[in-house]
C-alpha cells in the first residue's frame, strides 16, 4: 500500500486507488455491528462490486485491505469468529473442517529410479482437491501452506497415476528491482502490465520419491500450459513466470535444468506489515519467458 498522488486518491492498494470517501465508506462500515469480519468483507466486496476476473469477489484481497487499514489505525474491525483459518493451537481449517496437525497421516508409493517420464502428467486441480493439496503442502514444504491472495492456480502432478509433486502459481511480486531491469520497466508500465506476470510460490516434490530429472520436467510441462489455463481461469494470459528461490537452502538447480535465467540476487528486504524492511534473507530470482515476445508486450509493445 503507498499514498496515492493523484487528485483525491489517499491510498493505493495493489492496483486499486482509494479516495477519501472511500476510507470514510470502510470506517462507516467497519463500526457497525458485524457479526464477523467475513461479513463486514462481504458487504465492502458488494457495495464496490470488487470482482475477480472469473467473476467470484475478492474476498482475499479485501480483508487484506482491511487489516492493512486497521494496522494504520485508521479504522477498527470486528472481532475474528471463534475457530476461524487458524487457531493459537496450531490448527488450522479449510471450509470449516478443523484438522489438527498431528492427526494428519499422509502417505504415498515409494518412487525411486528407474522410472519412465513419459507418462508423467501436469494438471489443474479440482476443487474437491484443495484441503488434500494444502494437507500435503502444510506438512512437506518448507515454507507451508498459507492463503493465497488473488490471482492464483493449484496444480498437481502424477507419475503412472500416483501423485508426486504440487505447484502453486499466484500473482507477481510487486517490488523486483532485477525484474524491471530485466523487461525494461518504468513505474507506471510496470503497474499496468504486472498481471501479465506470475510467480512459482510453491513447488514441492514429494518426500518419497526419487527420480532423476522429474523436477525440472514437472516445471516443463506446467509451463507449457500455464498461460493457458489462466487465461481460462482469470480471463488474461501471463507471459512471463518469476519465482524467489532460498539459496541458503536451495540452489534451483530444476529450475537452472528447465531453462530459466538466473537474473541475480536480491538485496534481502522482506515485507512487515506496509514497509519494506532489510533483514530478510537475499533470494535468487529466476525468470521464465513464456512467449518469445514476453519482454516487448510487457513493456507494452503488444497485445493490450
Not at 13 to 36: H, I
Not at 114 to 141: F, K, N
Request: charged share 25%; glycine share 8%.
Amino acid at each position: 500500500m503507498e499514498p496515492g498522488e493523484a487528485s483525491g486518491v489517499v491510498l493505493r492498494y495493489r492496483n486499486r486507488d482509494l479516495t477519501a470517501g472511500d476510507v470514510d465508506f470502510l470506517k462507516a462500515e467497519s463500526a457497525r455491528p458485524w457479526a464477523s469480519r467475513a461479513d463486514l468483507v462481504r458487504r465492502v466486496c458488494e457495495a464496490w462490486d470488487w470482482r475477480q476476473a472469473n467473476g467470484a469477489f475478492s474476498l482475499f484481497a479485501c480483508s487484506d485491505l482491511l487489516l492493512r487499514l486497521a494496522e494504520r489505525g485508521w479504522l477498527s474491525l470486528p472481532p475474528r469468529r471463534p475457530g476461524g483459518r487458524r487457531s493459537g493451537s496450531g490448527s488450522w481449517g479449510y471450509g470449516g473442517l478443523r484438522v489438527p496437525p498431528d492427526l494428519v497421516a499422509l502417505t504415498g508409493l515409494e518412487v525411486r529410479d528407474p522410472v519412465d517420464l513419459a507418462s508423467l502428467t501436469v494438471r489443474p486441480i479440482s476443487r474437491e482437491e484443495r484441503l488434500g493439496w494444502r494437507l500435503y503442502v502444510g506438512r512437506y514444504h518448507a515454507l507451508g501452506d498459507r492463503p493465497i491472495i488473488g490471482e492464483h492456480i493449484l496444480y498437481a502432478a502424477h507419475l503412472d497415476g500416483e501423485l508426486v509433486a504440487l505447484l502453486a502459481w499466484a500473482s507477481a511480486a510487486l517490488r523486483a528491482p532485477l525484474r524491471e531491469a530485466y523487461v525494461g520497466w518504468d513505474e507506471p508500465t510496470k503497474r499496468r502490465r504486472l498481471q501479465f506476470v506470475t510467480n512459482n510460490v510453491r513447488f514441492l516434490i514429494l518426500p518419497w520419491v526419487r527420480a532423476r530429472h522429474l523436477a525440472s520436467k514437472v516445471l516443463a510441462l506446467n509451463l507449457r500450459r500455464l498461460s493457458s489455463d489462466w487465461q481460462a481461469v482469470w480471463k488474461h494470459p501471463v507471459w512471463l513466470a518469476e519465482t524467489f528461490v532460498d539459496t541458503t537452502r536451495y540452489r534451483g538447480t530444476s529450475y537452472r535444468a528447465a531453462n530459466w535465467i538466473d537474473l541475480g540476487q536480491t538485496a534481502g528486504r522482506s515485507k512487515r506489515g506496509n514497509n519494506y524492511l532489510f533483514g530478510g534473507s537475499p533470494k535468487a530470482l529466476f525468470v521464465y519467458p513464456l512467449h518469445r515476445q514476453a519482454r516487448r508486450w510487457l513493456r507494452g509493445e503488444g497485445p493490450t
